[in-house]
C-alpha cells in the first residue's frame, strides 16, 4: 500500500533562518507531488506540484523553493524565513494514471519567530 | 486562473441534513472533489465527480453540474464527528485547486 511521510510535525524557526520540509513517498512510482500552505483557519494554498524528477511548476511567487531530487521525493526550502512563512505546510501525492484524489502528509506546523 | 467560492460556515443539528455549495472558475476542468479536514489534521478524501449527476458513499453524496459550473456535498444523518472542515477542490490538469473550506457545526 501506499504511504506519505511528512516531517518534522512541528518547527520554530527564527526570522531568517533557512527551512528544509522532507517529503516521500512509498509503494507508486512516478506520483504527481504538491506543496500546499494554510493559514490558521484558511483554505489550502497550492505552492508548487511537480509531475516529475526535476520538473517544479510555482503556483505563487514568494520566498520559497521546491525541489525533486528523486521520484518519490519532495523538498519545500527557503534561504531565509520571513514572519508570514508560518503556517500549516502539507505535502500531497496523487496518481497521474487517475488524479482523481490526493493523498496527504500528516503536514508540518511551521512558526517563524 | 482558478477559483472556488464556498460558504465559510455552516450550521446544523445533529441527526439533520446539510448541503454545502461550491461554485468555481477554472480552465482545462477535470472534476470536482470533496475532502474533510478536522481540527489539527490533514484533509483526506470523500468523493469525485468527474461527470454530471449525483454520487452517493454511505451518509455523504456529492453533485456536480458542469454546465453551471456548480456541485455540493450533502450530509445525510449528521453526527458530531462530522464537525470539521470541507474543501472542494478541482482538479485542472496536473494541479489540484482548493477552495477556502466551509466549516461545518453541529449542534446537539
Known amino acids: 500500500s501506499q504511504t506519505i511521510h511528512q516531517w518534522p510535525a512541528t518547527l520554530v524557526q527564527p526570522v531568517g533562518s533557512p527551512l528544509s520540509l522532507e517529503c516521500t513517498v512509498e509503494?507508486?512510482?512516478?506520483?504527481?507531488l504538491y506543496w500546499y500552505r494554510q493559514a490558521a483557519g484558511r483554505g489550502l494554498q497550492l505552492l508548487f506540484y511537480?509531475?516529475?524528477?526535476?520538473?517544479i511548476s510555482s503556483e505563487v511567487p514568494q520566498n520559497l523553493s521546491a525541489s525533486r531530487p528523486q521520484d518519490r521525493q519532495f523538498i519545500l526550502s527557503s534561504k531565509k524565513l520571513l514572519l508570514s512563512d508560518s503556517g500549516f505546510y502539507l505535502c500531497?501525492?496523487?496518481?497521474?494514471?487517475?488524479?482523481?484524489?490526493?493523498?496527504f502528509g500528516q503536514g508540518t506546523r511551521l512558526t517563524v519567530v | 486562473g482558478q477559483s472556488l467560492e464556498q460558504p465559510s460556515e455552516v450550521t446544523a443539528v445533529e441527526g439533520a441534513i446539510v448541503q454545502i455549495n461550491c461554485t468555481y472558475q477554472?480552465?482545462?476542468?477535470?472534476?470536482l472533489s470533496w475532502y474533510q479536514q478536522h481540527d489539527g489534521g490533514a484533509p483526506t478524501f470523500l468523493s469525485y465527480?468527474?461527470?454530471?449527476g449525483l454520487e452517493e458513499t454511505g451518509r455523504f453524496s456529492s453533485f456536480l453540474s458542469r454546465s453551471d459550473s456548480y456541485g455540493y456535498l450533502l450530509l445525510q444523518e449528521l453526527q458530531m464527528k462530522d464537525s470539521a472542515s470541507y474543501f472542494c477542490?478541482?482538479?485542472?490538469?496536473?494541479?489540484?485547486?482548493f477552495g477556502k473550506g466551509t466549516r461545518l457545526h453541529i449542534l446537539p
Open positions: 511537480s509531475v516529475g524528477i526535476g520538473q
Open positions: 500531497a501525492w496523487s496518481d497521474p494514471r487517475g488524479n482523481t484524489e490526493a493523498f
Open positions: 477554472t480552465s482545462g476542468f477535470y472534476g
Open positions: 465527480n468527474a461527470l454530471d
Open positions: 509503494g507508486t512510482s512516478n506520483p504527481n
Open positions: 477542490a478541482v482538479l485542472a490538469g496536473d494541479k489540484i485547486i
